[in-house]
């Protein structure tokens, strides 16, 4: 799978293939687009939670883009603009803002609280493991949507997608030192409620994804006939993500966000589908 967070000299480039989709050709525009919607996706839906959300708002911003392209200069890389342009299209989702988190720590924890423990009404031992598996992945994926926007994006590059220092800075728009700043903070604050809630890191905590899955499925929050990110996903975000384990492992964080690096990378079900239709939609447009 193409990253495009890492230099690879086989590749064609994204800069030759803009410049051949601004000629107008359609190829281009297609590889350019494939190439990227997948990364974009899996972005978005640790921004937003939602798996829908986060597919209608993928098809909106490779739409913006196609549109935008045009108008691109290169005056930073195309992969800057286009991440950029994926988290503008995020925080006015919904009428978010950067520097507010949608959900408490506080509130978040009362919930997780409320939940009732239960065991799964299910006699299928796969399938009671694919639920709670669901249940783990979507309960750390809502843990951060405690983070405030800017927080939020830089661990999932910083932490999750393991990008360097230079690029999180650059798609953000800061220093490296800010970015820095502003991850640690989001790793203190996401860390600090893992160390008192969750007993996947403290094993003297009494919340477990097995016992919190009925209730999960009883309040609406999962669903047990419609599983999007325990079922057949088989690669893993540490797979595809920058190898930076060698410097992750000097550090006491390393158990904590390897809980988040194992969440499944998520494929673009039907893609050549989807691309063809955000071009559909952008030439029905013009």
């Not at 065991?119 to 669901?134: C, F, G, P, S």
């Not at 360097?164 to 490296?176: F, Q």
């Amino acid at each position: 799978m193409y990253n495009p967070f890492v230099q690879d000299d086989t590749q064609v480039s994204d800069d030759e293939l803009v410049a051949r989709a601004q000629e107008g050709d359609r190829e281009a525009l297609e590889r350019l687009v494939i190439r990227h919607q997948p990364w974009v996706l899996n972005l978005v839906v640790r921004m937003v939670w939602s798996y829908d959300d986060a597919q209608d708002l993928t098809q909106d911003i490779l739409v913006r883009m196609i549109k935008g392209l045009s108008g691109f200069r290169g005056e930073s890389r195309f992969r800057t603009w286009l991440y950029r342009l994926a988290l503008n299209q995020v925080f006015t989702f919904k009428n978010q803002r950067i520097d507010e988190p949608l959900y408490t720590w506080d509130f978040f924890g009362q919930d997780l609280d409320q939940t009732p423990d239960g065991n799964l009404r299910t006699t299928d031992d796969a399938e009671k493991q694919l639920l709670i598996e669901e249940a783990k992945i979507i309960c750390t994926m809502a843990m951060l949507l405690c983070l405030d926007g800017r927080q939020r994006a830089a661990y999932i590059l910083g932490e999750i997608f393991a990008v360097a220092d230079s690029v999180g800075a650059e798609v953000l728009d800061v220093t490296p030192a800010n970015f820095r700043q502003i991850l640690s903070r989001a790793r203190r604050d996401l860390y600090r409620f893992l160390d008192g809630k969750c007993g996947l890191i403290n094993q003297s905590n009494p919340c477990r994804c097995a016992r919190k899955t009925q209730g999960f499925i009883d309040a609406g929050v999962m669903k047990a006939d419609r599983v999007h990110f325990a079922e057949g996903h088989r690669l893993r975000v540490r797979q595809v993500a920058q190898s930076r384990l060698h410097e992750l492992e000097k550090t006491a964080d390393r158990l904590h966000g390897e809980l988040f690096r194992d969440h499944p990378f998520l494929d673009v079900p039907a893609q050549s589908k989807l691309v063809r239709r955000a071009l559909d939609e952008v030439n029905r447009s013009i």
